[in-house]
């Protein structure tokens, strides 16, 4: 089979299959989930790797043939070391701060914000973004720029396995939970929380408030590496999952609002999606106190 077609499919398989375990579990019919929510879910998992992320590489190519054509594959024989860390400094740290960057800009709250109104974890949570969010990502068309540059082998097995890591991060089974109940998997864990992002680390970062001594809304940003929080001085480690989750917000506008903003905007005045940024919007770098929400 072609490594391409794998690199897609290991993906899809692995999100539907811990989908089904969440489902089985009772995840998904517990009532916090409207028809919205599943509208955006789904939508968001689809235009993403279907339709955005090639469009992205598509543009990319074409303008790298039209100004830099000399440099097509100019690194293709050199190490594949310097390939992958080529991806994870302008793929995986520049999300990394596109990330955090949503949480300080009140215009990019709002196309970060579908990922966190939600109430509740789960695999299907992970794509659920504005699209012009992941239009604009950084990453996406240095990703491009870097296969053209002739990377795009490495891509195939850093993406999937990127993915991979971020899709069982949002995912209520928790696969970290068993490195924490054995003393002698104790040190295991240490590296490993500090290195890759796992649903504790990262469910912190979707928690309600920080009040409750687990959550960290802001901070906990990291990707694939939860390394650049280490780094950068927002990492939070607690090996505890939150009770609640949410935003401080938590009107939820029409699924193709939260999709499509700010080109259609909630005709709710009371809503942040009513406009682009206003004086009384949310500002996603504080953390409000629960009696302030």
Known sequence: ??????????VVVVMITVG????????YFDGKRTKDDFAIEIFSSVTLPVLIQPGIFLL???????????????????????????????DD??????????HSSRLMW?????????????????????ILYYALMPGIWFSGM???LG??????????????????????????RFLYRYKILNPLAWIIERTISTPSTHFAHHGLTAEDGVSNPNGNYGNLLFIWDIIFGT??????????????????EPWHVQLLFPFVKSKDPNSELHSIVTNNDYDPSVDYKEFER
Do not use: C
């Open 1 to 10: 089979m072609d490594a391409d077609i794998i690199s897609k499919l290991a």
């Open 20 to 27: 089904i375990i969440e489902a089985l579990g009772g995840l």
């Open 60 to 90: 990319t190519i074409w303008l790298m043939e039209i100004f830099f054509p000399q440099f097509e594959n100019y690194f293709l024989t050199t190490s594949i070391w310097l390939h992958i860390f080529a991806f994870l400094i302008l």
């Open 93 to 102: 740290m520049m999300q990394y701060w596109w990330h955090r960057l949503s």
């Open 110 to 130: 709002k196309l970060h914000r579908p990922h966190h109104v939600i109430e509740e974890m789960g695999v299907l949570v992970t794509y659920r973004n504005a």
């Open 146 to 148: 870097l296969v053209y």
């Open 151 to 176: 990377m795009g082998y490495v891509y195939l097995f850093y993406l999937p396995a990127k993915l991979i890591v971020i899709l069982l991060a949002h995912s209520e089974t928790k696969w970290d």
């Open 235 to 252: 990492a939070k480690i607690t090996r505890k999952y939150p009770k609640r989750f949410g935003a401080w917000n938590q009107i939820k």
